[in-house]
């Protein structure tokens, strides 16, 4: 897998990369070569890992924002802390809307 510079997934060149294979896939098709089939089959396969890693890791980050927020919009309620309650809404609403961005389809 082709991860970004940091060393995590990304869906961006996921995509790119699976895009890429089934291209090289397809040239190999048309022109007999085995090695270009296989090549691009292989950047295929990895280029959709990587897309999937990183939809998993955004989902997942989706669920600590949106459980984190919940937790603070409960305690700034209960201890009358309002900004604290408005900042865990929001921080719920914003994982809330990681998850659904990132959900298998």
Known sequence: ?????????????????????NLVETVGNLTGAESWQQSGKEEHAQGEAEYKA???????????DRLGGKKDAVVGAVTGDRQQEASGNIRHDKGQTQQEFNKNA
């Open 1 to 21: 897998m082709s991860y970004n510079n940091n060393g995590e997934p990304n869906k961006t060149t996921g995509q790119f990369h699976s895009v890429k294979g």
């Open 54 to 64: 990183a939809q998993a890791k955004g989902y997942a980050e989706g669920t600590i």
